[in-house]
Nanobody, 112 residues
């Protein structure tokens, strides 16, 4: 069984930055392939970013150039660095591992 725990969310002003963490336990392979998703109020959950076992990354067009996904194998943790945040980035952010394991989510609110 894999457990994923997101953290790092909070309230930030437009143009600010946050770094989200997704800490995995239960499997040393859990962070090999991680996707970040987000869900805004009243909207469907949408994919944001991914990192593969080989370190390749990909991003949704809406966050490309502003968000960066990375991995620390020693800490079994994947990060999502979010810069130049916009109000439309407000959502609950989730990480997902291979096998369909989801974390509980962390709230990001971008507001002045």
């Amino acid at each position: 069984q894999v457990q994923l725990v997101e953290s790092g969310g909070g309230l930030v002003q437009p143009g600010g930055s946050l770094r989200l963490s997704c800490a995995a336990s239960g499997s040393i392979f859990a962070i090999n392939y991680i996707r970040w998703y987000r869900q805004a109020p009243g909207k469907e959950r949408e994919w944001v970013a991914l990192i593969t076992s080989g370190g390749s990354t990909d991003y949704a067009d809406s966050v490309k150039g502003r968000f960066t996904i990375s991995r620390d194998n020693a800490r079994n943790t994947v990060y999502l660095q979010m810069n130049s945040l916009k109000p439309e980035d407000t959502a609950v952010y989730y990480c997902k591992a291979v096998g369909g394991w989801w974390g509980q989510g962390t709230q990001v609110t971008v507001s002045s």
